[in-house]
Nanobody, 126 residues
């Protein structure tokens, strides 16, 4: 079992930055690939970024590539999402997710990740 708690969301003007944090419980954090997803009002949930078990590889949606950076600290059981050059279209609820399967955490399968946080709101004004 893994419990995930996000923090760091908020309100920011376009061009600004936010850093989201996801704190994970459990002793097997390094066994999970981690990812961030988001869901805007009236839209389906979409993949944002993923990171492999030891943080050696990262993956991004085209819409955030070059602006967002995902990282993890297995000693602290945390995963971060640094978001720069934010745009109004980045407005959404952002969710941290964990799964042992990398394709799943990258959103490449129809099966959703096993574990989710409660979500944190990010609002970007124009």
């Amino acid at each position: 079992q893994v419990q995930l708690v996000e923090s760091g969301g908020g309100f920011v003007q376009a061009g600004g930055s936010l850093r989201l944090s996801c704190a994970a419980s459990g002793r097997t954090f390094s066994s999970y690939a981690m990812g961030w997803f988001r869901q805007a009002p009236g839209k389906e949930r979409e993949f944002v970024a993923a990171i492999t078990w030891r943080g050696l590889r990262t993956y991004y949606a085209d819409s955030v590539k070059g602006r967002f950076t995902i990282s993890r600290d297995n000693a602290k059981n945390t995963v971060l999402l640094q978001m720069n050059s934010l745009k109004p279209e980045d407005t959404a609820v952002y969710y941290c997710a964990a799964d042992t399967s990398l394709p799943t955490i990258r959103g490449d399968t129809t099966t959703p990740p096993d574990y989710w946080g409660q979500g944190t709101q990010v609002t970007v004004s124009s």
